[in-house]
């Protein structure tokens, strides 16, 4: 099938023309930094507003670059949830718009399932059920897939998110928004012993993930008299965090003993060191590690539109009075947790 997706559910407006033959037609992604930094995060009415710009001349241009009419999709797929709402709602009124006006069939699709099924996108030979390591701005979470639509929630976070550890250290160090990407350059010159950092819950026999006491001790570690130097607090926050990670999903991978693939996905897998870490692991349980090119681990519309390829496969579409679901959980039998967010 011939899918139209469309994402719009934080601060990227995207669209994206993706096949059952895993070819993307063509993609576009129209990022709001500039928009946003001034406030040091994204504020979600100026989002919502840039999304209703943005997004129909981005469907535009992908329709015309491919060479597609509407008329020759087969279905339009778009994020309902969880993330912003009023960028949410923009991008799902336009899909139900756009399936309402060529006759095809609308694919509510979840954001967080978008991620989880990106590397399906990329690799070809992925089966299911792999273990899901799903790492963004807004979630941490270990996931076991057992199938489109089938989605075991075995650990996530008690507070923040990874990525947003990564952009709040980030902002305490001064390196702007968004915070990751500065902050895993910086690293690179850095020392990753020279700051002692904590690592909440390793070693741990709950489940969960913790980095707001990490996050903190780099707040305090940067107030000190005598500060260290930024890169060596940046190397040293990005071996805490790695070592957080690499911890929780081993934990995981040890129950897991039917996953085919170790997977990672989210803005925070396209972190370089974060991936050998990853790596080594899945290697550790004789397992490949499965990550998407760094294009389709932050967001875009290209994993929303394969979403909708596996979705429309299994005759899974939407009425056209679909909601938009701020909060949206993949496992809706995940017991919730203090402070994790969808
Ligand atoms: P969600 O998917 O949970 O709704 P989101 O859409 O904001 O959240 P993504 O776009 O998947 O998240 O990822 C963005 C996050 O990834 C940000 O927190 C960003 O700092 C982080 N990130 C991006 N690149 C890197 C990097 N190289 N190292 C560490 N973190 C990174
Ligand atoms: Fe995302």
């Not at 919502?48 to 087969?74: C, F, K, N, Q, Y």
């Not at 001064?174 to 904590?198: C, H, I, N, S």
């Not at 000190?224 to 995981?252: G, I, W």
Request: net charge negative; charged share 20%; aromatic share 4%.
């Amino acid at each position: 099938p011939l899918i139209l997706g469309l994402e719009s559910s934080c601060d990227d407006t995207a669209a994206a023309l993706v096949d059952g033959e895993r070819n993307i037609l063509a993609q576009r992604v129209t990022g709001q930094n500039d928009e946003h930094a001034p406030y040091g995060g994204v504020v979600p009415e100026i989002a919502a507003r840039a999304h209703s710009e943005r997004l129909t001349p981005l469907v535009e241009a992908v329709l015309e670059e491919a060479g597609i009419a509407l008329a020759d999709v087969d279905a339009v797929a778009a994020t309902a949830g969880p993330g912003l709402i009023g960028g949410v709602m923009v991008g799902l009124v336009t899909g139900k718009a756009l399936a309402f006006a060529s006759g095809r069939p609308l694919i509510a699709v979840n954001h967080l399932e978008g991620h989880a099924l990106s590397p399906r996108l990329a690799d070809e030979t992925l089966a299911f059920p792999y273990l899901l390591l799903l790492v963004s701005g807004g979630h941490t979470q270990l996931l076991f897939v057992e199938g489109v639509g089938k989605y075991r929630r075995l650990a996530t976070t008690i507070d923040d998110a990874a990525g947003e550890a990564f952009d709040k250290s980030a902002k305490i160090m001064g390196l702007g928004y968004p915070g990751g990407p500065a902050l895993e350059a910086l690293a690179k010159t850095g020392d990753p012993r020279a700051v002692p950092l904590p690592r909440p819950l390793t070693g741990s026999d709950e489940p969960h993930f913790s980095f707001a006491g990490l996050k903190s001790a780099v707040l305090r570690a940067w107030q000190q008299d005598d500060p260290p130097a930024a890169a060596d607090l940046a190397a040293s926050f990005q071996a805490a965090a790695t070592d957080c990670l690499v911890d929780r999903s081993r934990r995981a991978l040890v129950r897991v003993p039917e996953a085919t693939a170790f997977v990672v996905a989210g803005g925070v897998a396209a972190n370089g060191a974060i991936r050998a870490a990853l790596k080594a692991l899945a290697a550790e349980f004789g397992l490949p590690l499965v990550a998407p090119p760094m294009a389709l681990c932050t967001d875009n519309a290209a994993m929303i539109a394969w979403a909708g390829v596996e979705r429309f496969r299994l005759g899974l579409t939407d009425p056209l009075d679909a909601p938009a679901r701020p909060r949206w959980p993949l496992d809706p039998d995940a017991e919730t947790v203090r402070g994790a967010g969808a």
